[in-house]
Antibody, heavy 116, light 112 residues
Framework: QVQLVESGGGVVQPGRSLRLSCAAS????????MHWVRRAPGKGLEWVACIWEDGSNKHYADSVRGRFTISRDNSKNTLNLQMDSLRAEDTAVYYC?????????WGQGTLVTVSS | DVVMTQSPLSLPVTLGQPASISCRSS???????????LNWFQQRPGQSPRRLIYKVSNRDSGVPDRFSGSGSGTDFTLKISRVEAEDVGVYYC?????????FGQGTKVDIK
């Protein structure tokens, strides 16, 4: 069955960096675009970034463009999110999600807390 | 960006009664390929979001048939024919026609 397992979350100071990963299994990873979506405490879902199947195209929310970088390794079935210059407002649970339009499978999420 | 506006934002419901959530987009969600990429998600307390409905009205595998989606263009609706206790949570619409992808604010459903 499809599984998406995020890792790499934790507590980090403002201005520092963190790298999230998502291990995919149960499907042909290289055939699907992948997203990161986040939910800040007490707020709704916010789309963060997307990378196409072969990594040729990437899209970012305005709130993270220039600070976050999405990447993937199809040989390892892994999706990554490099988060630099972190701000307090980046505090959220980050979900790895499958599919360009579909958003059909979601990971369990990993919590990122940006605090001094 | 396409703004997705849900109403109501809070929906107290009686068990066994119907419930309805509206979602309006600031521009048409009809893609150039003819599809309308409007999804509905449920997020139960302490869980990850789960897709219920895709492309306006297609129910995902395992989703009870009391859930239905309808609409077109800029105006969409999620209906629950008879609310059960397990339906408590936050419901989101999301458009995947335009970049960036955008979600509605969420509608919190709980039991009266």
């Amino acid at each position: 069955q499809v599984q998406l397992v995020e890792s790499g979350g934790g507590v980090v100071q403002p201005g520092r960096s963190l790298r999230l990963s998502c291990a995919a299994s149960g499907f042909t990873f290289s055939s699907f675009s992948m997203h990161w979506v986040r939910r800040a405490p007490g707020k709704g879902l916010e789309w963060v970034a997307c990378i196409w199947e072969d990594g040729s195209n990437k899209h970012y929310a305005d709130s993270v463009r220039g600070r976050f970088t999405i990447s993937r390794d199809n040989s390892k079935n892994t999706l990554n999110l490099q988060m630099d210059s972190l701000r307090a407002e980046d505090t959220a649970v980050y979900y790895c999600v499958r599919g360009k339009e579909g958003f059909d499978f979601w990971g369990q999420g990993t919590l990122v807390t940006v605090s001094s | 960006d396409v703004v997705m506006t849900q109403s109501p934002l809070s929906l107290p419901v009686t068990l066994g009664q119907p419930a309805s959530i509206s979602c309006r987009s600031s521009q048409s969600l009809v893609h150039s390929n003819g599809n309308t990429y409007l999804n509905w998600f449920q997020q139960r307390p302490g869980q990850s979001p789960r897709r219920l409905i895709y492309k306006v009205s297609n129910r995902d595998s395992g989703v009870p048939d009391r859930f239905s989606g309808s609409g077109s263009g800029t105006d969409f609706t999620l209906k629950i024919s008879r609310v059960e206790a397990e339906d408590v949570g936050v419901y989101y619409c999301m458009q995947a026609t335009h970049w960036p992808r955008t979600f509605g604010q969420g509608t919190k459903v709980d039991i009266k």
